[in-house]
Each structure stands twice: as C-alpha cells, then as structure tokens.
C-alpha cells in the first residue's frame, strides 16, 4: 500500500470503497468516476490492477487493513460473497465499519433475489418472507442479518435477479455450439442487466434510504429456454435442442439455479429511486448487447 495512502484519500469528498470490486461494481463505477468520484476497489488478482486503473479506479489489493482503507471514505459496497462462516466484509472489518459509521453516507449490499427461495412460478416482493431451500441462498440469508445487525449503518440491501450483460450472455455458447435448452416444467426466472443495477445504485446514492430493501430486475421474469430461443433467433440460427431437466448434466452450482421459480416484483426501485430502466425485457437487452457486439 503506498505510504501516502491515508493522505491521499482522507481529502476526498465522494470516495467509494468497492469490496469485490468485480461485474457490478465495475458497472457502478463507469458511472460515478465521470463524475468526479474516486473509486477504489479491492481485488485477489494482481494482474488485473492495470485494467483497473485504466478505468479510473485505484486498485487495493485484498485482504485489506479496513482501518486505513476507509480513511477519508464516504460511501462503500460490498460484492464480496459470504461463506459458510458468515459475511467476509464484516468478519475482517466490523470494527472499523462501527468506527466511522457516522462518517458514511451509504453502504449497499449486495444480495441475490434467492433468499427468497422457490415460489413455483408465483410473484415475491420485498416484504415477501424468505426461506431458501439450498445452502447459498441460507448463506445469504445470514449474511443479510449481519449487516443489519449494525443499526449505526446507513445500510441498503439490493436483491439482484440473475445477471447478465456484456460478456455474460447467450451468444458464445450458441457459437461454440455448447448452449442447452434445459426444460423444467413451470420454471421461470427474473434478470437484472448490468447496467439497470448500476443505475439503481447510483440513485440509492443520490437519494438514500438506510435500512431500505431493494429487488433489482427487469419487468418480464420468463423461462430459460425463451432467452436462448430468442438469442438464436438474432444470430440467425436453429435454438439448440431441448433437454428435460431430469436428463440434463449438469455441475451442483448450475443445477442449484433450477431449484428455485420465481416472478420478481420491482416496484420500489421504479417508485422510491425513480428508476427507468434502460432493458426492461430481455429481447431489448439481447438486441443491444448483440448491436453493441458489432460496433
């Protein structure tokens, strides 16, 4: 760590300390550091500093000494997962987070609309209780608790929908020939592109909340089978064949995916933050990440 570090930062008036800083908060980051913000994020991987810094962020390699790195912070998000031990964030840097909770004007979550657990198809919000059935969504649920333990935080919880974006969509593996159309009967998901939840953080900041839960989606949860059908459909190709899901092989991670069928309501992002999203179907998003793929 440079030994001007704590000087460097101590001056800055709207600094975010990104833990984790990775697909999410990179998103976010494009958007506040045009801005005039400082952005600094941690990482495991030291050889993606450089592309860090070309963004406009200071990289800050992880673990991290939290006592320094919040010197001068005024905001944080945490991406980073929790574990079967809890929250990774708070087990390192509680104390520090409680010694200048008053010092910040917003800390995000960010969470996973699995907590929530399967609803066969039926439609949650963010009163709706939870109760995941598998581990990650229980690791979750615990992780939540945490953070809100510490009442003194001006904490947001954002429970995202299944990402995608640039580089995470259906095209290449329709390529590579390797996409499946897996079918299980009344599944259905909601999505988040990227770049909606980078907005709806970015209008959290601008108007916080603390305490306030957000489902992060787009309007139109739909089958699996339907996005790849579509995306075959822009690239001008057959959809590959359907597979029942009971024949389908799969590794534990994917096959966890299918366990859960939800509708995600996202109504308070829309009506408390004034969100308009920029993809609310996954046909606009595939169009726009297939346009921009040609540019």
Same mark, same amino acid.
């Given at each position: 760590?440079?030994?001007?570090?704590?000087?460097?930062?101590?001056?800055?008036?709207?600094?975010?300390?990104?833990? %984790?800083?990775?697909?999410?908060?990179?998103?976010?980051?494009?958007?506040?550091?045009?801005?005039?913000?400082?952005?600094?994020?941690?990482?495991?991987?030291?050889?993606?500093?450089?592309?860090?810094?070309? &963004?406009?962020?200071?990289?800050?390699?992880?673990?991290?000494?939290?006592?320094?790195?919040?010197?001068?912070?005024?905001?944080?998000?945490?991406?980073?997962?929790?574990?079967?031990?809890?929250?990774?964030?708070?087990?390192? %840097?509680?104390?520090?987070?409680?010694?200048?909770?008053?010092?910040?004007?917003?800390?995000?979550?960010?969470?996973?609309?699995?907590?929530?657990?399967?609803?066969? %198809?039926?439609?949650?919000?963010?009163?709706?209780?939870?109760?995941? %059935?598998?581990?990650?969504?229980?690791?979750?649920?615990?992780?939540?608790?945490?953070?809100?333990?510490?009442?003194?935080?001006?904490?947001?919880?954002?429970?995202?929908?299944?990402?995608?974006?640039?580089?995470?969509?259906?095209?290449?593996?329709?390529?590579?020939?390797?996409?499946?159309?897996?079918?299980?009967?009344?599944?259905?998901?909601?999505?988040?592109?990227?770049?909606?939840?980078?907005?709806?953080?970015?209008?959290?900041?601008?108007?916080?909340?603390?305490?306030?839960?957000?489902?992060?989606?787009?309007?139109?949860?739909?089958?699996?089978?339907?996005?790849?059908?579509?995306?075959?459909?822009?690239?001008?190709?057959?959809?590959?064949?359907?597979?029942?899901?009971?024949?389908?092989?799969?590794?534990?991670? &994917?096959?966890?995916?299918?366990?859960?069928?939800?509708?995600?309501?996202?109504?308070?992002?829309?009506?408390?933050?004034?969100?308009?999203?920029?993809?609310?179907?996954?046909?606009? &998003?595939?169009?726009?990440?297939?346009?921009?793929?040609?540019?």
């Amino acid at each position: 760590m440079p030994a001007n570090f704590e000087a460097q930062f101590a001056v800055m008036s709207k600094t975010l300390l990104s833990l %984790g800083h990775g697909y999410c908060a990179q998103a976010l980051a494009r958007r506040l550091v045009p801005q005039g913000w400082t952005v600094i994020g941690t990482l495991r991987d030291p050889d993606k500093m450089d592309e860090l810094e070309a &963004a406009g962020v200071t990289p800050l390699m992880w673990p991290i000494d939290f006592e320094t790195a919040l010197q001068g912070v005024t905001h944080v998000l945490t991406s980073i997962r929790p574990d079967e031990s809890g929250d990774p964030v708070l087990r390192l %840097g509680r104390g520090a987070l409680d010694a200048v909770a008053s010092n910040l004007s917003w800390v995000g979550y960010l969470s996973t609309t699995g907590v929530y657990g399967d609803m066969d %198809g039926g439609w949650v919000d963010e009163d709706t209780p939870v109760g995941p %059935g598998g581990l990650r969504g229980q690791m979750r649920v615990k992780a939540e608790a945490e953070w809100k333990v510490h009442a003194e935080l001006p904490l947001h919880i954002f429970r995202l929908a299944g990402i995608y974006g640039p580089g995470r969509g259906p095209f290449a593996k329709l390529r590579r020939g390797t996409a499946r159309r897996i079918i299980k009967k009344n599944q259905v998901f909601s999505r988040a592109h990227v770049d909606d939840i980078a907005q709806v953080l970015e209008a959290s900041i601008k108007t916080p909340n603390p305490g306030r839960i957000y489902n992060v989606c787009d309007d139109s949860p739909a089958p699996p089978q339907d996005i790849l059908t579509y995306a075959a459909e822009l690239l001008g190709m057959e959809p590959p064949p359907e597979v029942p899901f009971e024949e389908a092989e799969m590794n534990p991670m &994917a096959r966890s995916f299918y366990s859960d069928s939800k509708r995600v309501k996202n109504d308070r992002i829309k009506d408390e933050l004034g969100v308009r999203l920029k993809y609310p179907n996954y046909r606009d &998003a595939l169009r726009a990440m297939l346009e921009e793929e040609n540019t």
